[in-house]
C-alpha cells in the first residue's frame, strides 16, 4: 500500500500511481503501456502531465546517481509519462498507428534510469 | 517557436539531375526472388562493411562486447587490448567452436575463458592457456589464437566485414559519403537505445521506408506530419537529394510546429540532453549534412548503401539497420543516440526522444509487410517512383548494375 514516504514531498497527490506505473526500465514500462487500457493511461497521463513541470523542477536539482530512492520513483513516473505519450497524444490507443504488433519489438540497448552518466570532459 | 514566414515548398526536378538514373516504372523482381537474393549475398552483401558499435562501449582495456551479425550467423567480439587498441575477432574458441565469450558486454580481467572447456585467450586473442594442457598432441598454442575480422573505425563507429580478405576497404566503401559527413557531432551522443525486430520483407524495402517524405502526411498523420504539415510541405517534399556512387543523402524540409504537451516538457523543462538548436552548435557542420545549407533544414537522412542510415538532426539520430535474412525476411535494429543527461530532468529528455523515434519507425512496419506479400504473390510487378523517392530509384539502380557486374565478372572469370 502507498505510503507518504513513496515520492519527495510535494507530490503526494500522485502516491495512488505507486508502485502500478513505476518500473525499472524502457521495457518494462512499453509492457505496461501495451497491457494497460486507455482509461487508466489517460487518467494516469492527465495526472502526471498536471505536475511535469514541479516534477522536473524537483529532479533537475539532482544529478544522476544520487537520487534518493523517493526520488528515483519520481523519475521512473516521468519516464512512465514519456513512454505513454504517444499511446495519449498520437494514437488514442496503447499501439502504433496502423496496427503493427509492438510485442514483437526487443529492446537490445536501453539506458539505466538512475545510474550516472559520463559527461563529456569527464576523464575515463 | 520557429516565426519565420513559411518558407516556399521545394520543387519537382531533383530526379532530372540524374539522367542515368532514369524515370521509368521498375521492375520489382529484385525485392523478392530467392535467385536474385543469392546473387546480391555474393556481389552485395558479403562485399560490403557492417557497424557493429561504437568505440564509447570500450572505453577501457578490457572493456569488451559481442556482436551477433545475423545475415552472416558470425559472430564478433570487440575488446580494448592494454596498449589501447581495438581488436574485433570471430567469436569462435579454437578448441571445438565453442564462443569463447558469451556475454554481450562487460569488463574482462585480461582473459576470455570459453566456458567449454576452459580454454582462455588474452585481449589480444593470444590462446594463453590450456586446460590440462599435458593431454594434447604437441599443439602449437602461437598458431591457435582467435581469429581476427577485419575491422576499421569511422567517426567512432566500428565497422567489420564479413568477409576474410574484404573486397574493399573501409575507407573505399564509405567513400565521398563518409569524407563528407565526417565531423558532425557523432561522438558526442555518447548514450543510446538499440531494439530490434524481424520484419517479414525484403532488405530493400526496410531502406525504402524513410528514404521517402512522401508518405509522411499520409502514414504518419498524429507523430510526424503536424511539423511537415505546419511547413506548409503537404505532399511531403525534401529539400535535396544527393547521391554520392552507391550512397546517398536526403535533407529534410521543414518548420517547428507546435509540440504536444509531453514534447513540451521534454523541450523546454527537460533541458534538452536530446536536441541542439541549429543557432547554438558546439561544431561545425561538414559539408555533406544540410548541404545546401537551407534555414528550413531540419534532418538529414544518410545512407551508407546497402545496411545502415542515420536519421540525424543538430543534436543527436538514429540509425536504421538492416540484417537481411532471406529474400522475404529481414531484421530491423534500431539505435537512437543521444546526449548524455547530467540530471535526472534531463534522464526524461532522453526517454522521451527514444519514445518518439521508436513509435514513428513502428508506424512503418505493417506497410512493409503488406508491400511484401503484394511482390511474393505477383501482385505488383512495377513501382512507380515519385521525383522525391529518388532514393528509391537510385537502390534500385545501384543493386542492378552491381549485379550486372557481377555476371559479368562470373563470365569474365
Ligand atoms: S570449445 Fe572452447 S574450450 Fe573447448
Ligand atoms: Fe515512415
Redo the contacts between chains.
Keep these: 500500500m502507498a505510503s507518504s514516504a513513496n515520492l519527495p514531498a510535494g507530490f503526494a497527490d500522485l502516491e495512488g500511481f505507486v508502485p502500478e506505473w513505476v518500473h525499472p526500465d ?1 521495457e518494462h514500462r512499453l509492457v505496461k503501456r501495451l497491457s494497460s487500457e486507455m482509461d487508466d493511461i489517460r487518467a494516469f497521463y492527465v495526472a502526471m ?1 498536471e505536475r ?2 514541479a516534477a ?2 524537483w ?6 546517481g544520487v ?1 534518493p530512492p523517493e ?1 528515483e520513483r519520481l ?1 521512473r513516473l ?2 512512465m ?3 505513454v ?2 499511446a495519449v ?3 488514442g490507443d496503447p499501439r ?5 504488433p ?1 510485442e ?8 539505466s ?2 545510474a550516472p ?4 570532459g569527464d576523464a ?1 | 517557436m520557429n516565426k519565420m514566414a513559411r518558407p516556399p515548398v521545394p520543387g519537382i526536378g531533383i530526379t532530372a539531375r540524374y539522367p542515368e538514373i532514369g524515370t521509368g516504372p521498375v521492375d520489382t523482381a529484385i525485392y523478392h526472388e530467392p535467385a536474385i537474393y543469392e546473387k546480391e549475398m555474393k556481389a552485395i552483401l558479403r562485399r560490403s562493411w557492417y557497424m557493429i558499435g561504437r568505440i ?1 562501449q570500450v ?2 582495456a578490457g572493456d569488451f562486447f559481442t556482436y551477433f551479425m545475423p545475415t552472416f550467423q558470425q559472430e564478433v567480439l570487440v575488446c580494448r587490448d592494454r596498449n589501447g587498441e581495438i581488436n574485433a575477432f570471430h567469436n569462435v574458441c579454437s578448441h571445438r567452436g565453442n564462443v569463447v565469450e558469451h556475454r ?1 558486454e562487460g569488463h574482462s580481467n585480461g582473459l576470455f575463458m570459453c566456458r567449454f572447456h576452459g580454454w582462455s585467450f588474452d585481449l589480444e586473442g593470444n590462446l594463453a592457456r590450456i586446460r590440462d594442457e599435458e593431454g594434447f598432441f604437441g599443439l602449437d598454442k602461437t598458431c591457435l589464437g582467435l581469429k581476427p575480422i577485419p575491422m576499421g573505425i569511422w567517426e567512432g563507429f566500428i565497422w567489420v566485414c564479413p568477409e576474410d580478405e574484404p573486397y574493399q576497404s573501409l575507407e573505399d566503401f564509405l567513400g565521398d559519403q563518409g569524407r563528407d559527413t565526417a565531423g558532425y557531432a557523432w561522438g ?1 551522443c ?9 520484419v517479414a520483407c525484403n532488405w530493400k524495402l526496410i531502406n525504402d521506408s524513410p528514404a521517402e517524405v512522401y508518405h509522411i502526411p499520409v ?5 510526424a506530419a503536424p511539423t511537415m504539415m505546419a511547413s506548409g510541405n503537404v505532399m511531403g517534399r525534401l529539400l535535396d537529394v544527393r547521391i554520392a556512387g552507391n550512397h546517398r543523402t536526403n535533407s529534410h524540409y521543414s518548420v517547428m510546429g507546435e509540440p ?4 513540451k ?2 523541450y523546454f ?3 534538452a540532453a536530446q536536441n541542439v538548436a541549429r543557432d547554438d552548435l558546439d561544431y561545425e557542420m561538414p559539408v555533406g549534412i544540410n548541404a545546401t545549407r537551407s534555414p528550413h533544414w531540419t534532418v538529414d537522412l544518410i545512407m551508407f548503401f546497402p545496411s545502415i542510415a542515420f536519421t540525424l538532426s543538430a543534436g543527436m539520430y538514429t540509425a536504421h539497420q538492416v540484417w537481411p535474412m532471406g529474400p522475404n525476411r529481414s531484421i530491423y ?1 534500431q ?1 537512437i543516440f ?1 546526449r ?6 534531463e ?2 529528455g ?3 526522444t ?3 523515434f ?2 514513428i519507425v ?6 512493409l509487410e503488406r508491400i511484401q506479400r503484394a511482390l511474393d504473390t505477383g501482385q505488383i510487378r512495377q513501382f512507380h517512383y515519385h521525383d522525391h523517392e529518388l532514393a528509391l530509384r537510385h537502390q534500385h539502380h545501384v543493386v542492378t548494375r552491381i549485379l550486372a557486374e557481377y555476371d559479368r565478372e562470373l563470365e569474365g572469370a
Design positions: 524502457a502531465l511535469g513541470e522536473l523542477a529532479l533537475r536539482d539532482y544529478e544522476l537520487l526520488g523519475l516521468m519516464l509519462l514519456a513512454e505519450a504517444p497524444e498520437w494514437y502504433v498507428y496502423d496496427g503493427f509492438v514483437r519489438l526487443r529492446y537490445l540497448r536501453q539506458i534510469d538512475t552518466q559520463l559527461q563529456p575515463r | 564509447e572505453a577501457r554481450r558526442a555518447t548514450k543510446s537505445y538499440q531494439t530490434e525486430a524481424e502514414l504518419h498523420p498524429h507523430s504536444k504537451p509531453v514534447q516538457l521534454a523543462h527537460a533541458a535494429q539505435r543521444v548524455p543527461a547530467r540530471t535526472a530532468a534522464r526524461f532522453q526517454e522521451n527514444m519514445v518518439e521508436r513509435d513502428m508506424e512503418d512496419f505493417s506497410t
